[in-house]
Every structure is written in structure tokens, then in C-alpha cells.
């Protein structure tokens, strides 16, 4: 039987999230990991070089515009653990309310993003890709921006790596994220209410509570 968008949800309240194998395997497994990768939304780091980036790129950002195409992003690389059946729930989702995307655009280029799914104040993050120096980077300044102005207070990122923890990423025990997950759960935030900002605000509030 395939999973639902509905049995999904209740996996992300209760902190487990899905993956498979390899994109054509058509079995999903559940992971719910011992250190659980987030990043704290006072902690990111905004440096000198990706500040200049954002200021000078010329890129754009946009919300929900193009949810399929930011997963189908993350999926174009020679492993991918997005299958056709974590794809379709995850549109199922978008649909739904509970899953959205932030876009980079150089032009009418998609060249970057992130998507993940949000319940209460918690933001699960899925997957980023960059098709352009710093894309990826950009997307996740713009999102963790969103996140505080909408009132969010957990971003899951699942695991840490290093690209993350450069960033301000960090890993805390399995006890620890369900205390936080249990506190998010119980509190509301929009992730679609903020306006898409300038660069240079995304900048400004980074450096005043980095």
C-alpha cells in the first residue's frame, strides 16, 4: 500500500522522516537518527563573501513558485535518495499546504532552492541544490531569514554535514530535538506571510542576532 501525505505528517510530528535507497527503489524506510542535525535560527552565519555574493549576484528569490522543480533539482545528481514515490508525496504535501520551496533565479533560470515541510513552528528541511556559485547558500540565508520572521522556532536540517555546520549547523541528542519538536508542535507559524526581502535586510538581521 502506498503511503499517504496524511501518514507522512504524523512520521514528521512524531520525528521520523522517510528515504530510500536510490531513486528508481521503490521501498521507503523510516529514519529517526541517535544526533539529529539542526540549525539554530540565531546561529547562522552570513560571511563576508556570501554577503558580497547576494549583494552583487543580481539573483532572485521566490516562494512556492516552483515547487516540483526545486525537488527535481535536488534530485538531478548521480545519488539521489528522492524516488518517485518520496517525489509524489512530497507534491501531495506542497498541494496540501504543509510542504514549500524557496527559489533562486538568475533570469528565468531556476539555478537553486530548498524545499521542506513545515507543522506548528517546526520546518523540516529536505533537500537544497545549486546550479550557480553560492545558489544553495543564497536559498538558505533567504530561508532561515523566512523562518525567524515568520515565528518559526525549529529548523530540522535531519543530519549535520559539513557545508551545514560551516553555516552554524549543529547536532544535539535524539531526547533533545524531540523536547524541541514537541515544543514547535505546539505553536503556529506562516511560512508564506513574510514578503520576500531585500538582500541587504537578509544581511542586516543576520548580523544583529548571529
Same mark, same amino acid.
Given at each position: 500500500?502506498?503511503?499517504?501525505?496524511?501518514?507522512?505528517?504524523?512520521?514528521?510530528? /512524531? !520525528?521520523?522522516?522517510?528515504?530510500?535507497?536510490?531513486?528508481?527503489?521503490?521501498?521507503?524506510?523510516?529514519?529517526?537518527?541517535?544526533?539529529?542535525?539542526?540549525?539554530?535560527?540565531?546561529?547562522?552565519? &552570513?560571511?563576508?563573501?556570501?554577503?558580497?555574493?547576494?549583494?552583487?549576484? $543580481?539573483?532572485?528569490?521566490? /516562494?512556492?513558485?516552483?515547487?516540483? !522543480?526545486?525537488?527535481?533539482?535536488?534530485?538531478?545528481?548521480?545519488?539521489?535518495? /528522492?524516488?518517485?514515490? /518520496?517525489?509524489?508525496?512530497?507534491?501531495?504535501?506542497?498541494?496540501?499546504?504543509?510542504?514549500?520551496? %524557496?527559489?533562486?533565479?538568475?533570469?528565468?533560470?531556476?539555478? $537553486? $532552492?530548498?524545499?521542506?515541510?513545515?507543522? $506548528?513552528?517546526?520546518?523540516? !528541511?529536505?533537500?537544497?541544490?545549486?546550479?550557480?556559485?553560492?545558489?544553495?547558500?543564497?536559498?538558505?540565508?533567504?530561508?532561515?531569514?523566512?523562518?525567524?520572521?515568520?515565528?518559526?522556532? %525549529?529548523?530540522?536540517?535531519?543530519?549535520?554535514?559539513?557545508?551545514?555546520?560551516? %553555516?552554524? !549547523? &549543529?547536532?544535539?541528542?535524539?531526547?533533545?530535538?524531540?523536547?524541541?519538536?514537541?515544543?514547535?508542535?505546539?505553536?503556529?507559524?506562516?511560512?508564506?506571510?513574510?514578503?520576500?526581502?531585500?538582500?541587504?535586510?537578509?544581511?542586516?538581521?543576520?548580523?544583529?542576532?548571529?
Amino acid at each position: 500500500m502506498s503511503l499517504t501525505p496524511e501518514l507522512l505528517l504524523h512520521a514528521y510530528s /512524531i !520525528g521520523i522522516f522517510p528515504m530510500a535507497e536510490h531513486r528508481d527503489d521503490p521501498e521507503i524506510f523510516w529514519v529517526d537518527p541517535k544526533r539529529r542535525g539542526i540549525l539554530p535560527l540565531d546561529g547562522f552565519h &552570513i560571511s563576508k563573501s556570501l554577503s558580497r555574493r547576494m549583494r552583487r549576484s $543580481g539573483y532572485l528569490v521566490s /516562494i512556492d513558485r516552483d515547487f516540483e !522543480g526545486v525537488v527535481d533539482g535536488c534530485a538531478d545528481r548521480a545519488e539521489t535518495w /528522492i524516488s518517485d514515490e /518520496i517525489r509524489r508525496l512530497y507534491v501531495a504535501l506542497f498541494e496540501r499546504g504543509h510542504a514549500h520551496s %524557496l527559489e533562486v533565479w538568475e533570469s528565468d533560470r531556476l539555478v $537553486g $532552492g530548498v524545499y521542506g515541510v513545515t507543522l $506548528g513552528s517546526a520546518f523540516f !528541511g529536505e533537500s537544497m541544490f545549486s546550479r550557480r556559485t553560492d545558489a544553495s547558500k543564497i536559498a538558505l540565508a533567504f530561508l532561515v531569514d523566512r523562518l525567524v520572521q515568520a515565528g518559526f522556532t %525549529l529548523f530540522d536540517t535531519q543530519f549535520l554535514t559539513p557545508h551545514l555546520a560551516s %553555516l552554524g !549547523g &549543529i547536532e544535539i541528542p535524539r531526547g533533545t530535538y524531540h523536547r524541541l519538536l514537541k515544543e514547535a508542535l505546539d505553536n503556529t507559524a506562516a511560512f508564506t506571510a513574510p514578503p520576500v526581502p531585500k538582500p541587504q535586510d537578509v544581511i542586516q538581521r543576520s548580523t544583529q542576532t548571529s
